[in-house]
């Protein structure tokens, strides 16, 4: 039986196919234009997805390619149930799952669920009047006396969450842009017309759904004033330091308990279909609680993901320790997803400067840690984060803050795919967002043909973890830090697994426990025993044993 035939076999019958899976995630602007328009498309993802097939991973989540007037570039969406032209079309896409699927590999798309754009047929009835049929579906509210916004509550995209409608006046709440109006999860019709979208696509063939801003889709009834947050408290994970956002403590703007009811509504929606969802919780304080909240039982989500490790500071053993050791704490029923790099984050290679023995460590260890992973396209080619000039963005969020946040275009620029060419392969027009100098020499083909490229590295980790049940879908006996080392011992069956991870530049030394162990993992530069009986650590080296 070929590889792509057995794991098709698989996927027929396993429903828990997400629980340790390795999800790829592509951004289809930047992926691979097949067209020559500058702009990568559906049809381009159908042409690399035997690339994706080689590294071993389990499932693609593709970054939205819905109906949009692009303004958050996908992110405002005009027609749930319909491709942008910019993409292609509804077959594209149904090409896009039946490849996939033939080799092996799930498909998972992005669901923006909390808001719509403005130019959605939604908004533009019920903007119309206070009395039509959809007059409820968004969030609007009566202006104070004195004509201000109902109340404090600050959009992640800078200034006030709310914003004036002449037509109805009134205000309209939009947690992003102005042209990003927030659904009223409050009314029923809502949610069904949601749930309706996510039948959609299910019955498209689509295996599941990453769900954007998870925690912002229901907003206290009350519209009660956001507390202040105090400087101490403040945190720059979701949003940059120099945003206000960070001064509030979002207490009623987002994380409502009304929100577990959707999406127990939600999880019964794909329960049939075997799909999956990982949910994106943005929070600077409780992120880790709401992922466990989001995820406890069997009828919430299956997995989400927080911000600990997008976060801007490189993490140390400690830092390590102590998120997996909150984890164990807040979300023990749960399931986490890990990802040190996606669309909205600077690439971590430039965000902790790291050089290349470290990229590999930390591959590695995203590898053994307890939960799922998502890989971020060019990630596993080592990419740096682009300089993209001023009059070269796109992105808004970095046009408001410039320059003291730069947006999110450095880890948006086009894939490398060969260094024939300025474009690196990716298209034959002028790109979207220019293709970095620097990157042409990482290219996918150079990697290739480099058998010491990071790219094979991410290729050899990946199987390690689907080769070894304890490190994709084991228990861990509770992550713990002595000086520069992380180390953690997982279980599955009969099978068991010690990871220890030097999260330094210094050499350590360090002890295996106590038992018999043989040394594995040497295609991925694991430590032996020395002649002292001890592990003499490199910088960044990773010590992977069996318990005989």
Known sequence: MTTALAKNTEMAINKDWWRGAVIYQIYPRSFQDSN????????????????????????????????????????????????????????????????????????????????TSDQHAWFGESRASRTNDKANWYVWADP?????????????????????????????????????????????????????????WLNRGCDGFRLDTINFYTHDKQLRDNPALPPEKRNATIAPSVNPYNHQEHLYSKNQPENLAFLRKLRAVMEPYGAAAVGEVGDAQKGLEIMGEYTAGDDLMQMCYAFEFLSKDQPTAARIKEVMARVDDVAADGWACWAFSNHDVMRHASRWDLPPAAQRMF?????CLRGSVCLYQGEELGLPEADVAFEDLQDP??????????????????????????????????????????????????????????????????????????????????????????????????QTIFCAFNVSETPSDFDLPKGSWTPIGAELGSAHTSADGRLHLGPWQVCLALKS
Request: with cysteine.
């Open 36 to 115: 020559g328009d500058g702009v990568g498309d559906l049809l381009g993802i159908v042409q690399r997805l035997p690339y994706i097939a080689s590294l071993g991973v389990d499932a693609i989540w593709i970054s939205p390619f819905f109906m949009s007037p692009m303004k958050d570039f996908g992110y405002d969406v005009s027609d749930y149930c319909d491709v942008d032209p910019m993409f292609g079309s509804l077959a594209d896409f149904d090409a896009v799952v039946e490849t996939a699927h033939r080799l092996g590999i799930r498909v998972m798309i992005d669901l923006v669920l909390s808001h």
């Open 144 to 200: 104070k006396p004195d004509g201000t916004p109902p109340n404090n509550w600050l959009s992640i995209f800078g200034g006030s969450a709310w914003q004036w409608d002449a037509r109805r006046e009134q205000y309209y709440l939009h947690n992003f842009l102005v042209s990003q109006p927030d659904l009223n999860f409050h009314e029923p019709q809502v949610q069904e017309a949601l749930l309706d979208v996510a039948r959609f």
């Open 397 to 494: 969020y970095g046009i408001e803050f410039w320059p003291e946040f730069k947006g999110r275009d450095g880890c948006r620029t086009p894939m490398v795919w060969e260094a024939s060419n300025q474009n690196g392969g990716f298209t034959t027009n002028k790109p979207w967002l220019p293709v970095a100098a620097e990157h042409l020499h990482m290219s996918a083909a150079a990697q290739e043909d480099e058998p010491g490229a990071l790219l094979h590295h991410y290729r050899k980790a990946i199987s390690f973890r689907h080769t070894h049940p304890a490190l994709s879908v084991g228990d861990h006996d509770g992550v713990q830090a002595n000086g520069d080392v992380v180390y953690f011992t997982r279980t599955e069956g009969a």
């Open 363 to 367: 591959a590695t260890l995203i590898m």
